[in-house]
């Protein structure tokens, strides 16, 4: 029996162990993920209970050992205000984007499957409304309806439909007149088989990696029409009205405004690199 030379053990080990390397970058984005995923669920782990408790007497403190983001204009604990705040903000990225993913692929589906006239005019409704900027037509679409949270889901979420509607609708024509589905069809499959499937497997399958790199996207979206007053109303939590609450006390207080943006920043950066890797490696991409 042969034993292996130590060199050529210690090679095997490096060999497995960079299959399981994750990049610095990747560790962190999945970290800060980890930590607002807590932040919605369980927020008392992280913080207080009670985001709107106020102090006057405490208002205005800079970060320090009892108040980690300092307090605000009332005496609210900034710290406790961002780990609260993450529920209202992801309620309304993970809804749009829900909304977005299913119109967009029903929509896209319908027109590849249909074609001719059906197809022309679900395609003229997405050119229209793709020749809007996102906040620019949620903007106009919460001017008529007016604001609030509800309102503010509802506008991201249609202005987020054609880029899901697009991607199934091309999948779906490419499935189409694939081989397989060809034989399929020479078996005698009906067409709502052929559509269950094979093509609608297919035709979705890179829709929950654009779901993820559209979450970041509605997060800042929604953190920015609110910070306009559009969404979430003070004194709630939600990080856009905290940004907006805070923008009259930059030059005394600054930690009132400038850490929810850094907790809108980070959420959106970690969720859009893990969305953007995962795209990569669907696409056989060096990640």
Do not use: C, K
Request: no cysteine; charged share 15%.
């Amino acid at each position: 029996m042969t034993t292996a030379s130590p060199s050529r053990a210690l090679s095997q080990i490096a060999t497995y162990a960079r299959g399981f390397t994750v990049a610095p970058g990747v560790a962190v984005a999945a970290l800060t993920v980890t930590l607002v995923a807590i932040a919605v669920l369980a927020p008392s782990l992280l913080a207080g209970d009670d985001p709107l408790a106020a102090d006057p007497r405490a208002a205005q403190l800079p970060p320090s050992a009892q108040y980690w983001f300092g307090t605000d204009h009332l005496g609210r604990d900034v710290f406790t205000r961002v780990v609260h705040g993450a529920r209202y903000s992801l309620l309304i990225g993970v809804t749009a984007v829900a909304i977005a993913v299913i119109v967009g692929t029903l929509l896209g589906l319908l027109a590849g499957l249909a074609r001719g006239p059906v197809d022309e005019l679900i395609t003229r409704f997405l050119d229209v409304v793709s020749s809007f900027p996102d906040l620019l037509l949620a903007l106009v679409l919460i001017s008529f309806t007016g604001p609030g949270t509800t309102n503010l889901i509802f506008a991201l979420g249609i202005a987020s439909i054609p880029r899901f509607a697009r991607v199934v609708r091309a999948q779906t024509l490419v499935v189409q007149e694939s081989g397989y589905v060809e034989q399929a069809r020479t078996f005698g499959l009906t067409r709502a088989t052929l559509v269950r499937r094979h093509v609608l497997p297919h035709a979705v399958a890179q829709v929950p990696i654009l779901a993820t790199i559209g979450l970041g996207t509605a997060i800042l979206g929604a953190a920015g029409l609110s910070f306009l007053g559009m969404g979430p109303q003070p004194p709630e939590p939600e990080w856009g009205a905290m940004l907006a609450e805070g923008r009259n006390y930059l030059r005394n207080a600054w930690w009132i405004a400038v850490l929810p943006g850094v907790a809108v920043t980070a959420t959106v950066i970690a969720v859009s690199s893990l969305g953007r890797r995962w795209q990569r490696h669907y696409d056989g991409r060096p990640t």
